[in-house]
């Protein structure tokens, strides 16, 4: 797509990180809390930049992306299942569906 994020035309990463005014933009709530000025925030947020995503975490995101799962912890996407009332991650394959460990093991997810 684009070498750097600032690069990227639609992306609020110029706003966030190196204080160019864009009117489109209205900080994140989250943004808001990363420090009490500006400047520390844009440093911080920069920060969030610095270290390159692994090929790994790289294919996780485009493949959940790609099939609209969730991507997060346990906990994360019980939270998200029970908010939305969908959903969050496909469901197991194989198995003995009718023995009681494969239907206790479902109940825990």
Same mark, same amino acid.
């Given at each position: 797509?684009?070498?750097?994020?600032? !690069?990227?035309?639609? $992306?609020?990463?110029?706003?966030?990180? @190196? *204080?160019?005014? &864009?009117?489109?933009?209205?900080?994140?709530?989250?943004?808001?809390?990363?420090?009490?000025?500006?400047?520390?925030?844009?440093?911080?947020?920069?920060?969030?930049?610095?270290?390159?995503?692994?090929?790994?975490?790289?294919? !996780?995101?485009?493949? $959940?992306?790609?099939?609209?799962?969730? @991507? *997060?912890?346990? &906990?994360?996407?019980?939270?998200?299942?029970?908010?939305?009332?969908?959903?969050?991650?496909?469901?197991?394959?194989?198995?003995?569906?009718?023995?009681?460990?494969?239907?206790?093991?479902?109940?825990?997810?």
């Amino acid at each position: 797509m684009v070498e750097q994020p600032a !690069e990227y035309p639609w $992306s609020s990463f110029k706003r966030n990180a @190196l *204080g160019t005014p &864009i009117t489109l933009v209205t900080p994140h709530e989250v943004y808001e809390r990363l420090a009490k000025t500006d400047k520390t925030r844009q440093k911080r947020y920069l920060a969030l930049f610095e270290k390159e995503l692994t090929e790994y975490t790289l294919e !996780e995101i485009r493949s $959940s992306v790609n099939r609209a799962w969730v @991507l *997060g912890s346990k &906990i994360f996407k019980k939270q998200v299942a029970k908010e939305t009332g969908r959903r969050v991650e496909p469901t197991q394959r194989g198995g003995d569906r009718k023995s009681e460990s494969f239907k206790n093991h479902n109940q825990l997810h």
